[in-house]
């Protein structure tokens, strides 16, 4: 068990980075540009953590504290779902509430130490996270019940799991589901068109904002904890849409993580092609997605299960 | 243990006696409160553990026959629970109180100590009542004594009007309450609880019933709509009496719906319906009344009826499973609401005396003009973060684990059952969850906004922590927060003994090991949580001792001149959600836009429309005003006149009975 | 599973099409709908009849219609709907209420199904309901007959469901009504925008004395 742990654990650690070299190799080519190293990201983080940290005299210890929590958070909710062969280390019944929750307390705590700063721009940032991961939220939970009503399970890993047949019963269902929740995902790692990491803008960013005044390690755990949830709600993505499962741990491998180097090329073709959206219209998208997720509601219950 | 239950009612209502005796000995009477405080609550707590580690109801009749019904009362699981509730909460305010009051001077305390215990005893009788006489007795204490206890600062005029919409609203409630007994007396010929359940309720009788309890417990209870007096007397009164408030006194209306199901078993499947609505309406309704909140209190009064929205959304499946048979489904449900009544008793009992700190020390609740007092608060502070963390339902806090059972009964109920039970259950589960987001978006915005950044109006930096006993209260809350998160179980099997007994279901070790058991896993991950957290802790000391650490103050974005009058204020921060929401809630911004090149003044101002009342009561009352300016006119002021009244209506009556 | 797929499909176009503010995007959506509605007849029954039924919808609904459309915002230069009656967010949220509604009246009613799809009824129902929806809130008459025309589609949807019983011609007829209507409706737009210089429906308000 221990050592189950600390082999998923350790997996994600060491590749979730490469997904966001993925995602900026691809940009990278869709501008006709060579682009950054795929390693890129490794190098960022590493550049970061020979740095020393400067810490605003308004900032208290929820500053400092927030990096570590919302890592701490993020990477231990990798141990629930799982990744190609790998079963989940931890599934139990009732465990999806704990991923959202996880996912709860460390936006929870990046959104206060913004706010610990004092600074205008961060509260800014704070604020709109908070708005839209709520709605983000509601969305997440819809998927949730559409995918416990197929499985009859309320375990994340099972009820990402199932075999061919229920993809060609409920195959339209699935594919709203997976629609809905590659914009929650969006939105969760803030990605374009809700957000745009790369403008030089502060009034027009959310996630970045919130992150301004950190620096050092602190700056390193909060990059390396959004790298990890791109890379967890990526696998859960991925997780759905393989359609079978029970093949020898060799095909299931090759077949995830396959999916997850096509997800990431995905996300970067998404992020070239679109613009970022203006903010008014995010929680237009997000009404979407709910409604994307709802019609598949309503098609469960007219089928019945 | 009954005798445990007695000697603490014998040793409250005596020393309530001897602190309004002792009123001109200040110290003895506060020592006397302090004692039989601790005595009574520890009595009452001992009893309540003890009955619900063995869950085995006792009870007590006296000789003694009242006007109508008996001296009647029994403590089972049910009763226990809630005496467990309300024995800690009392116990810790009334201490807070102790400490919170003593420099304010001129006020007669010793009758304000004697009203606190009244207060322990009527809710002492109100979960024990087992007559309905006796219950409604209780009740009728429990509106009087809080109506006191409200108008402590009765200097104020928004305090002594904040009184009298409570004692109006919970008069209202109880005249349904009487009406309910009265129609279950009738039917089943007895007046206690115990004779009634013998008789089956047809189902039409259980509806009217259960309609008429839903009112009338839900006025004390703060359903919406009937909440009205809810954010008036939270604020107006004085901390640890909102705290008690918030905490116990309205969880009463759970414990009366709770035991009308014991008592009535069978309802109609609408029932489950309507209270899921209730859960849902009361619960997002409440987080996006508070989001729109610029006071401390007030905010923390909606936040009170958001959880009354989660309780009853508890009841709402339990009740569902109860109509179909899912012994499952029954358990999680109610021992969701009931954990989560506890929980929100502690959670909420230790916000609002953590606020009331700030409030003693900075003498304001304007949540926009604080600002930066975790430097100066450092207890009150910390106290406060676990309080919201617990709030809005966060894994390693005891919201959490009342939050999981609450939504694993949905999830569940929405497995076994029919179409109606399919949409609603959903239903519930979307706005479960969007009511964890906006409470988590409102309290980083209270925390935030006082604790964070720097003060936002004048200097707080004379501000110190208040006195050590006020700080232990809140400890001790702050302590059961985190023991509940890491270990549930006591307390879960607690509430799902008083669950059992609501139901009257047997309760069997596999479905009580199949609810525990993904507890602990839950805890288990929370563990390799704080394991991780540690390492990286570690891994950035270790690191930080080679590299260099700066101060310089916060990056204005290029903006050289920063001053705190620019941080982002509450106000603003909640914004975005209530712009989204603004048409259910009726938001508003006014103000003028700063014009022109040197603009010389503006100013903007948001506030939120209680639907409720300007919408639904404000019509009401003002027509019954109207009624009552018309029915003026048979008063002239002579005594002849009324006797005359008196005397026809007495014709009337016989003339009535002849035909 | 194709059927179903595609029954989807146009509920995605519709509920795009409601949340869209753009009318080139809109017309382009419901080509696009059109065009998966042409195929349904052959995947609920391949025949010569359905086969075509299917010519007939692709050239009038993917072909004609939407060039007609297309023609008339050129001439009128109008390129969004700027100011819906309610916000779009708030439209989309209406739209999934109304699918919730047509989906839970669908369930209650006795239809002669015959096991094509039970999916069939409730998205006829939810395009009537997305095309009312749409010819209530928006002001632009080319997003009126865009409704319209997502109505219709709705429309012809249940008409699947009695794909062997009518004969051809009466169904032809049925297309050469809304053939003349959307014909009709694009002259008037023209009218609108000559007489008014707009070409908003919010103008005939005046008319009412």
Redesign the interface.
């Known amino acids: 068990m221990g050592f189950q742990i600390l082999l998923h654990i350790g997996i994600v650690i060491i590749l979730s980075p490469l997904l966001l070299g993925i995602i900026g190799k691809t940009k990278a080519f869709f501008a006709g540009r060579w682009g950054a190293p795929l390693l890129q990201p490794y190098y960022d983080i590493g550049k970061l953590l020979r740095k020393g940290n400067v810490y605003s005299t308004t900032t208290t210890w929820i500053f400092q504290a927030a990096p570590i929590v919302s890592l701490a958070a993020v990477l231990v909710s990798s141990i629930l779902i799982p990744m190609g062969g790998l079963k989940a280390p931890f599934s139990f019944w009732g465990d999806i509430i704990l991923f959202a929750g996880l996912y709860a307390l460390a936006r929870f705590f990046i959104i206060i130490a913004a706010l610990d700063t004092g600074s205008s721009f961060e509260g800014m940032g704070a604020s709109r996270e908070a708005a839209f991961s709520c709605l983000a939220e509601i969305v997440l939970f819809l998927d949730f019940i559409i995918l416990a009503l197929l499985s009859k399970k309320l375990i994340l890993s099972e009820m990402i799991m199932r075999n061919i047949l229920s993809w060609e019963l409920f195959g339209p269902v699935l594919l709203l589901v997976v629609a809905s929740y590659f914009l929650v995902l969006l939105t969760e790692n803030a990605r374009i068109p809700i957000d745009d990491p790369a403008t030089h803008l502060e009034l027009t960013m959310i996630h970045e904002v919130m992150v301004l005044d950190h620096s050092g390690w602190d700056l390193a755990y909060i990059l390396y904890g959004a790298a990890i949830k791109l890379f967890v709600l990526g696998a859960l993505l991925v997780n759905i849409l393989i359609p079978f499962h029970g093949l020898p741990a060799i095909v299931q491998f090759m077949v995830f993580w396959g999916g997850m180097i096509i997800l990431a090329i995905g996300l970067g073709i998404v992020e070239s092609c679109m613009a970022r959206l203006r903010l008014n219209r995010v929680p237009q998208l997000l009404t979407g997605a709910f409604v994307l997720a709802l019609v598949g509601l309503l098609i469960i219950l007219v089928k019945g299960v | 243990m009954m005798d445990f239950f007695l000697y603490s009612l014998t040793i409250l209502s005596v020393s309530g006696v001897l602190i309004i005796l002792t009123t001109r000995f200040r110290k003895m009477s506060e020592s006397i409160f302090l004692i039989s405080l601790i005595l009574g609550c520890g009595l009452g707590f001992i009893s309540a553990v003890t009955i619900l580690a063995s869950r085995t109801p006792i009870d007590y009749r006296l000789n003694f026959r009242m006007p109508i019904g008996e001296f009647y009362i029994g403590v089972d699981p049910l009763s226990a629970f809630f005496l467990l509730v309300i024995t800690i909460l009392f116990f810790l305010a009334g201490l807070y109180g102790y400490s919170y009051l003593k420099d304010h001077g001129k006020k007669n305390l010793s009758v304000h100590y004697a009203l606190y215990h009244l207060a322990l005893i009527s809710l002492m009788l109100v979960v024990t009542a087992q007559n309905a006489v006796l219950f409604l007795m209780a009740w009728e204490m429990v509106t009087v004594t809080s109506y006191f206890l409200i108008v402590f600062y009765d200097e104020r005029e928004v305090t002594r009007k904040a009184g009298y919409l409570f004692l109006i609203a919970a008069h209202t409630g109880t005249f349904c309450l009487w009406v309910m007994f009265l129609l279950m007396a009738r039917h089943t010929g007895a007046m206690n609880f115990d004779q009634m359940m013998l008789t089956p309720f047809p189902l039409p009788l259980a509806g009217l019933l259960f309609v008429l309890g839903v009112i009338g417990f839900g006025v004390k209870t703060g359903f919406i709509p009937l909440h009205i007096w809810l954010p008036h007397a939270h604020p107006a009164a004085p901390s640890h009496v909102s705290a008690v408030l918030s905490a116990v006194m309205i969880k009463m209306g759970v414990y009366g719906l709770m035991r009308i199901i014991f008592i009535i078993k069978d309802f109609p499947e609408w029932c489950a319906v309507t209270l899921l609505l209730i859960g849902m309406i009361s619960g997002v309704g409440g987080v996006l009344y508070a989001l729109g909140q610029h006071e401390i209190k007030k905010l923390l009064a909606y936040h009170s009826i958001e959880n009354i929205g989660i309780i009853t959304l508890g009841l709402g499946t339990g009740l569902w499973g109860q109509i179909y048979h899912n012994e499952s489904v029954i358990l999680v449900g109610y021992a969701g609401a009931l954990l989560h009544v506890f929980n929100h008793a502690v959670f909420k009992g230790l916000l609002f005396l953590s606020a009331g700190s700030v409030i003693r020390s900075t003498h304001t609740g304007e949540i926009d003009h604080l600002?930066?007092l975790?430097?100066h608060l450092p207890w009150t502070g910390c106290l406060f973060?676990i309080g919201s963390?617990s709030i809005?339902?966060?894994?390693?806090f005891n919201g959490?684990v009342s939050?999981?059972l609450v939504?694993?009964g949905l999830?569940?109920g929405?497995?076994q059952f029919k179409?109606n039970a399919?949409?609603f259950n959903?239903l519930g589960?979307?706005s479960?969850?969007?009511i964890?987001?906006?409470a988590?978006?409102c309290?980083?915005?209270a925390?935030?906004?006082i604790f964070?950044?720097?003060s936002r109006s004048v200097d707080f930096t004379h501000v110190k922590e208040n006195s050590p006993i006020m700080c232990v209260s809140m400890f001790v809350l702050g302590g059961i927060c985190l023991w509940i998160g890491f270990f549930p179980t006591q307390m879960v099997s607690f509430a799902l003994g008083a669950a059992s007994t609501i139901s009257s279901a047997q309760i069997s070790t596999t479905i009580e090991e199949?609810i525990i058991?993904?507890l602990l896993?839950?805890v288990?991950?929370l563990i390799?949580?704080?394991t991780?957290?540690v390492v990286?802790?570690l891994?950035?000391r270790i690191?930080?001792k080679f590299?260099?650490?700066?101060?310089?103050?916060?990056?204005?974005?290029g903006y050289s001149l920063?001053t705190?009058r620019?941080?982002?204020t509450a106000s603003?921060?909640?914004?975005?959600?209530l712009r989204?929401f603004r048409?259910v809630l009726g938001f508003n911004v006014e103000g003028n836009k700063p014009k022109g090149y040197f603009p010389d003044e503006a100013k903007i101002s948001s506030h939120v429309l209680e639907a409720s009342e300007d919408i639904l009561f404000r019509p009401i009352f003002k027509f019954i005003e109207f009624l009552s300016v018309k029915f003026k006119i048979i008063q002239y002021g002579y005594t002849q006149l009324y006797l005359l009244y008196i005397f026809i209506f007495l014709l009337v009556l016989l003339v009535w009975k002849m035909i | 599973m194709w059927l179903e797929s595609a029954l989807i499909l146009i509920i995605l176009f519709g509920i795009i099409i409601l949340g869209n503010n753009r009318l080139s995007t809109m017309i382009q959506l419901l080509a696009l709908q059109s065009l998966v509605l042409s195929i349904t007849p052959l995947l609920i029954h391949p025949s010569i009849h359905a086969f075509t039924m299917t010519i007939v919808t692709i050239v009038l609904k993917v072909i004609v219609m939407p060039s007609l459309l297309f023609w008339a915002i050129r001439h009128v230069s109008i390129r969004r709907e700027v100011q819906p009656l309610i916000g779009y967010g708030k439209t989309l949220l209406l739209g999934g209420f109304l699918m919730g509604v047509a989906f839970l009246i669908s369930s209650k009613l006795d239809l002669p199904d015959k096991g094509m799809s039970n999916l069939l009824v409730p998205t006829a129902f939810s395009l009537v309901m997305i095309g009312f929806l749409l010819l209530v809130t928006r002001f632009k008459a080319i997003t009126q007959v865009i409704g319209y025309l997502v109505m219709e589609n709705g429309i012809f949807l249940f008409a699947l469901l009695l794909l062997e019983k009518t004969p051809l011609l009466v169904e032809m007829g049925i297309f050469l009504d809304i053939f003349v209507g959307v014909l009709v409706m694009g002259i008037i737009i023209n009218h609108i925008n000559q007489e008014f210089g707009s070409a908003s429906t919010v103008n005939l308000t005046n008319l009412r004395d």
């Open positions: 600002g930066g975790l430097k973060l963390l809005c339902g966060l894994p390693l959490f939050e999981w939504f694993r999830f569940e929405m497995f179409m399919l949409i959903s589960i979307i479960l969850a969007l964890g987001g906006l988590a978006a309290f980083a915005k925390f935030g906004a964070l950044g720097n199949a058991f993904p896993k839950v288990l991950v390799i949580l704080m991780i957290a990286l802790i891994f950035k690191a930080m590299l260099p650490i700066e101060n310089a103050p916060t990056w204005g974005c920063p705190r620019m941080q982002y603003s921060f909640a914004e975005p959600i989204i048409n």
